[in-house]
């Protein structure tokens, strides 16, 4: 069974930070996009940032680069979001997601963590 489990989320204040850890457990990820993205009610879920599980290059939107940092731990499988400088508007459910470059329908989500930036 493939999870991913999500962690670290909270109530911050603006401008503090905030780790986000992704637990993977079930398969070897390997050949996998992995992510973050966020949804804030009412709103589309939308990417946040992105590296590979083998490889070292990232993506981010431009909303969060200069603020978020995607990490990964292949020994622990284990994916990170170092968020620094939070924004009001960061506020949101944030999911972990695996997704095959090989096979597409090999895409699985975490069930999110709450960040909520208020002071």
């Known amino acids: 069974q493939v999870q991913l489990v999500e962690s670290g989320g909270g109530l911050v204040q603006p401008g503090g930070s905030l780790r986000l850890s992704c637990a993977a457990s079930?398969?070897?990820?390997?050949?996998?996009?992995l992510g973050w993205f966020r949804q804030a009610p009412g709103k589309e879920r939308e990417f946040v940032a992105s590296?590979?599980?083998?490889?070292?290059?990232?993506n981010y939107a431009g909303s969060v680069k200069g603020r978020f940092t995607i990490s990964k731990d292949n020994a622990k499988n284990t994916m990170d979001l170092q968020m620094n400088s939070l924004k009001p508007e960061d506020t949101a459910t944030y999911f972990c997601?695996?997704?095959?470059?090989?096979?597409?329908?090999?895409?699985?989500w975490g069930q999110g963590t709450q960040v909520t930036v208020s002071s």
């Open positions: 079930g398969r070897t990820f390997s050949g996998y996009v």
């Open positions: 997601n695996a997704r095959s470059i090989w096979n597409t329908a090999n895409n699985y």
């Open positions: 590296t590979m599980w083998s490889g070292g290059s990232t």
